[in-house]
């Protein structure tokens, strides 16, 4: 099979034929005659072109293939329109879509090099341009016409419809012309040998640019199970352009493309075929129907040709007089395009080829070679195991691709697969797999570098008188001991592994004419010993004891060198492989690497990063029972880590995982007490943790608690005593009263003990507001705590004054006294029966005078008056004023 050619990215594309599409109406015309149709110029509009004000002729190409259209138009914007098949039975989810044929990466119309080109940037040719469908299956189609708003392009139906004639694509096509047979495998059998017989390898395209981009040959495995080795030039093409000829053929596979097309027409046979990539060979697949199994498959005829531009043999128009292009007709020139002679322009000076890389193994050698690990190329390097297997001069290669590529079939280069070598394991695809055990891979192929005889002989026919029949009758000439590279397969019958065919030299008896020697008499068993391992034996080698030790001695085919340099026997020639930058957690450094041998060294380290030291730390705030601490950002830190000093070490007391937070309160601490706060950044280097220096400590105190108890304590005409409950975390007291529409401070107490104080030099009846907070010195700062309640308290009206007696009767005694503008009014007081009693109350302060009648004559009486003022319900008294008289004698 052949590694898939690289044409740049030629297209399956593109068009001519005669069937045109037409408007749907009550009257369709005959398909044939040039039909159009066009929208209102009214309809949506797409940027600067009206694209419903256009006509519009479609025209299928290559009918009755749905892929290729030619739609003639007066519309300069091949963007603005497109067409729909809202109903065809290759999508039933989605509409198809027909659509320009344009390079979405680079912006621009694919330029096919045998069309001569209106305009190159649009595309436009012979008054239209090429479009692209595959999914529709012919019918009626819609036009649409974009809409970009600048950010999204959407489309909208117009009132425009065209009848296409039935299309189909490439795989029904198959079915309907090839599949007539009443079987299932019958049918995919005549459409397997019709696929073939139509079907190409690759097309033809126009060769780019020869560019060298390796500095070396090289040499690599292959994807695929069923293949071996390619030679890997250091050229590529650049530039390479498509033809139309080539687009326009439907049916060009690869050995990849041509059995998945086979996959398809299987399940359009029959939903129930199941499909299976085959497990041995690449361009296989295995269909399964009503519990059969077959294996389908193959690839395209011929190859790729790279063509200059004076080989075109034919250029393509379109239109009512347009190329008239056929399913045969491009096949035949797409045949004559690969029988044209090209000179080979690959350098070759310093080619690789097989006989060098054979000569190079010789007897057997490990060879370091590019590892190709799947089908879109992904690469890397591994090991195989190579030796000379003949005379080094028959090797049986293609060309792979355009730039001096091949592949090796097969030849004079051996070469091993599921295969134990040297105590390591090769697998399917000719690579070393490290780790690989003995047990995992039982009966894989075994090779040993060992003498085996080469055993020449003689054979006639004798007559056999008892049997009446010819017998063979063999003569042994000549043993000759060997050494050669002895590939052992396991021989699952006798369960032990036998020497293949390639150990013995032509002429000589194989394994099992040994075997028939020695039964025969005719040898010593000594022999077919040698060519045979049993399971004691392959024990005994331990075949999977280098299964982790790579190879320490091999030829170099992957590019980083000349081709066949030894590794044992170079020099290192370093290169900068990359600049390492320095990490929280690593040193930077520059990595140099050997180009030969993979061989590593550093140099020019530079220290590892550091998380620069948090600087800024200070308190910001603190309460009775919390404190605030601040620091500066650190812009390179993932968070920061609070610590608090307590119980005699640094605990943790907080992660902050945003280096945006740059504050931190701790609450719950005890009032007046001292505490001790650092912080240092952090950053995440993985999984780990790396740490600035700590900032400096933030050593502070919290404030006293708040003050409790506070509560008027007594009063007076000219003062107020204010008592509170003793805060032990204070060393004194503050006390402060509101006047002049502030707070002022009235006293200072300096030892916590005392929790009383007294206001003096008050105005009687007047309302007062006091509070008391607690404060502690922190050296020469004082901390103070939150105030108390509010203590709002009256003092007491003021002592009364000018009591005196101001008339006198017999029977009764009038007492008088001076206005109190504190009071609201007053209580009268005689003295009798040993004490106090009120004889009257008196609620209008203007009143300054009472007579109290029914006393007995020429008696002494005692009377005393206060002025009171009524505080919410509560009665405030002044002072008493005291005055004592005698009633008249008669």
Known sequence: MKLKRITSGIMAAVMAVTVVGTPVGDMIPAIGETLSAAAESADIKSGTVNAAGYSYTITPLLAPFNQYFFVQTDNPDPLSFRFTDKSTKYDEEEQSIIKAVWDTWDDEPTIFQDIKYQNAKTGRVDGGYIFYGYYTDGGEVVLQVANDDGYDVTWEDTNVKCKLPALKDSVDYLIDTYAKKSSFFDNMDAVEDGFSSICLYSGSYILGELTRVKDYWGMSTSPHKDQTFYLQSPYSREGSKPLFASAIYPYRYDSLGFPSVLSVVARRLDTAAEISWNADNHYLVDVTYNGETYSYGGQGNGEGKGLSEDKIKKYFTFGSNGTEITLNGSKQLLDDY????????????????????????????????????????????????????????????????????????????????????????????ERYVPGAKYEDHKYSNILLKRSVPQIEYDVDYEYNCDKEEYELKYTINSIQEKKKNVLYWYNSENKHWTASFSAFDEGCADYDLIKRFVDDGLIDKSYLNECQLTADDVAKLKVDRNTNKVPDDYYIYDRTTKPGTSLKNHTHNYVTEKVVKP??????????????????????????????????????????????????????????????????????????????????????????????????AYKMSGKTAVYSDYSATVATRTNPSVM????????????????????????????????????????????????????????????????????????KTALYGNYSATVTARTNPSIMKGVKIAGKAKDALRVNWMKNTSAQGYIVEMYKGGKWVRVAKITNNNTTTFRKAGLTKNTVYKFRVRAYHMSGKTALYGNYGNVSGKTAAK
């Open 338 to 429: 690969a029988k044209t002679e090209m000179k080979d322009d690959i350098p070759r000076s310093d080619a690789l080829t097989w006989e060098n890389i054979c000569d190079t193994v010789g007897d057997g050698a490990w060879v370091r070679l590019i590892k190709i690990a799947g089908i879109f190329g992904a690469t890397g390097t591994t090991y195989t195991y190579l030796y000379k297997s003949g005379d080094g001069d028959e090797f049986y290669t293609d060309s792979a691709g355009d730039n001096g590529s091949e592949i090796y079939w097969f030849g004079d280069l051996g070469y091993v697969s599921d295969t134990w070598v040297d105590g390591r394991y090769i697998d399917d695809w």
């Open 583 to 680: 990490t929280y957690t690593a040193q930077g450094y520059t990595l140099h690497k050997c180009t030969i041998c993979g061989a590593d060294k550093k140099d020019n380290y530079t220290a590892k990063l550091t998380l620069v030291k948090v600087g800024g730390a200070k308190l910001t705030g603190r309460a009775a029972d919390a404190l605030r601490v601040n620091w500066t950002k650190n812009a390179n830190a993932d968070g920061y880590i609070i610590e608090m000093y307590q119980n005699g070490k640094w605990v943790r007391a907080a992660k902050i995982t945003n280096n945006s937070t740059t504050t931190f309160r701790k609450a719950g601490l005890k009032a007046s007490s001292v505490y001790k706060f650092r912080v240092r």
């Open 708 to 779: 409790k108890g506070a509560k008027l304590g007594g009063r007076a005409a000219d003062a107020l005593r204010i008592n509170w409950t003793k805060n032990a975390s204070a060393d004194g007291y503050i006390v402060e009263m509101y006047q002049g529409n502030k707070w002022v401070r009235v006293g200072k107490i300096t030892n916590n003990s005392t929790t009383t104080f007294r206001k003096a030099v008050l105005k009687a009846s007047s309302v007062y507001k006091f509070r008391v907070r607690a404060y502690k010195m922190s050296g």
